[in-house]
């Protein structure tokens, strides 16, 4: 009998298996997930070239509810007598798929994959119960007046947005405390201190620090913002020196916006922003805050009714 020597490629395989996989999750884009990779790329066991078939953003969390349906329709074929927890273990199946469909080109490094959104996250575990987790936050009203800058982006629109994906992660961490599986970031605190966050980080998921270069994370260059990365109105991704002024910027994006700005802020996303860590600011009196806050809400319903109307007009247009 000839027994056939495996592959480099299924020896990397192999090795990569047998350490978790990382995975980054932000809670909406402009929040920090490219810099966070870009840090913990810095580490030799994590060094992913960006070569012909490199996923930039994976989103596979963002469809996980497909997943889930499957795993639930096809296992109530199943005898349950004779298979221990079907759904769950389909579920591990189809989750140790993708991981394979994205350790083929690693060449035996940690699996290091990231996605702007927080879809379905209460189901990461039930996909990916091996990996290791980072959750990295921002400020909401930074994150707004980022989009709005850089993409014109609708500042009441991401606020709601924000709020929505924020609450997502608090309940996450409710029904999974932090530890072992999964770590908090927040992007402020990385610009603020990258050294010390980077050492919370690597101890976290294991890496070994000895190797990482903290001088050149301390000095990474920047990419994508929408302050000082772009030209002629537009933002691109081309890296840039750090400016000197970048950490202070980073973390007061939004401070100069006015009463009511913050009032509506307050509104829409203070409870979690206060429940990842975040200060509220002052906005209007109680009373001018609360009856602005009512009229636009309403306007927004009402906004919204419309666009609801004129897609249904186009699509029975044809």
Known sequence: MIVQEPTSQQNNQAESATRPPIFILGVSMRSGTNFLHDLIRLHPDCAIDAEKNFIWEDFHLHHADSLLAYAHNVSQHWSLETIDAPQSRLLKSLGDGILSFLS??????????KTPG??????FFQLFPDAQLLVIVRDGRSV?????????????????????AAQTILDFQAANPLG?????IRYEDVVASPQTELLKIL?????????????????????????YGKQAD???WTPIDRPADFTTQAATRFKGWSPWQHSRANHLAGRQLVGLGY???PGLPTGLGRLGNLLADARWQVREILK???????SWRG
Request: charged share 20%; glycine share 10%; hydrophobic share 40%.
């Open 118 to 123: 927080v879809q379905h996250l209460s189901h």
């Open 234 to 236: 537009q933002v691109h």
């Open 180 to 184: 072992k599986r999964w770590l908090l």
């Open 144 to 164: 707004a007046e980022s989009g709005a800058r850089g993409f014109d982006w609708n500042p009441e629109a991401v606020l709601r947005y924000w709020s929505k």
């Open 104 to 113: 083929a080109e690693i060449g035996g490094r940690r699996l290091l994959t």
């Open 203 to 227: 101890e976290f998921l294991g890496l070994e620090p000895a190797l990482y270069d903290f001088e050149a994370a301390c000095g990474l260059p920047v990419r994508g913002s929408s302050l």
């Open 279 to 281: 200060t509220l600011e």
């Open 308 to 314: 609801g109307v004129y897609h249904q007009l186009r």
